[in-house]
Nanobody
């Protein structure tokens, strides 16, 4: 059974930075695509970023491109999301997801973590 656990969320000021981590277990991490999604109150869960098995291919939502960076360490079974130049509209619960394709569709990721709250406010 796949388990994903996110960490690193919290409160940041506008323009600040946070780094999210997601630790995976229960499946060969190196053979899986990893993604980050987020859900703000009253809104649909939306795609943020994804990374291929070897880390050579990444995909970003337009809203975070140039500010967020996804990376992975297969030796540590972990994926990361470095978030810079944070904006209040980045406030959401951030979810780590595991799948087989580098795509934006939520349905392509059958495994999800419980989420971590990110709040951007002065």
């Amino acid at each position: 059974q796949v388990q994903l656990v996110e960490s690193g969320g919290g409160l940041a000021q506008p323009g600040g930075s946070l780094r999210l981590s997601c630790a995976a277990s229960g499946r060969t991490f190196g053979s899986s695509v990893m993604g980050w999604f987020r859900q703000a109150p009253g809104k649909e869960r939306e795609f943020v970023a994804a990374i291929s098995r070897g880390g050579t291919l990444t995909l970003y939502a337009d809203s975070v491109k140039g500010r967020f960076t996804i990376s992975r360490d297969n030796g540590k079974n972990s994926v990361y999301l470095q978030m810079n130049s944070l904006k209040p509209e980045d406030t959401a619960v951030y979810y780590c997801a595991l799948g087989d394709r580098v795509v934006v569709l939520k349905s392509a990721y059958p495994y999800w973590g419980p989420g971590t709250q990110v709040t951007v406010s002065s």
